[in-house]
């Protein structure tokens, strides 16, 4: 299983990023896929869901009505369009999926300041 994200950089607020998470190693589409972000010195936090077919999607409250989780499934990629972005949302950000374990990608660090 390897998970590779993509799309982070530095940001002004109120600005938007999508990232990106190719997945390969498993049978995406059989899988329901998961991102998650950690800013310096806290915990790790769970951001969005997306079932495997991509009709299921929920979120963080602190993410509701401005973050976006997708998938394309022919591509083996989900997504994570970021609108309305804040500085507290400056984190390193993850795609997870959980195959009987757990599996991350490497992150990609995001940076909203002006």
């Known amino acids: 299983v390897q998970l590779v994200e993509s799309g982070g950089g530095l940001v002004q607020p109120g600005g938007s990023l999508r990232l990106s998470c190719a997945a390969s190693?498993?049978?995406?589409?059989?899988?329901?896929m998961r991102w998650y972000r950690q800013a310096p010195g806290k915990q790790r936090e769970w951001v969005a869901f997306?079932?495997?077919?991509?009709?299921?999607?929920l979120y963080a409250d602190s993410v509701k009505g401005r973050f976006i989780i997708s998938r394309d499934n022919a591509k083996n990629t989900v997504y994570l369009q970021m609108n309305s972005l804040k500085p507290e949302d400056t984190a390193v950000y993850y795609c997870?999926?959980?195959?009987?374990?757990?599996?991350w990608g490497q992150g990609t660090q995001v940076t909203v300041s002006s």
């Open positions: 997870n999926t959980t195959i009987g374990a757990n599996y």
């Open positions: 190693g498993f049978t995406f589409s059989s899988y329901a």
């Open positions: 997306i079932g495997s077919d991509g009709r299921t999607t």
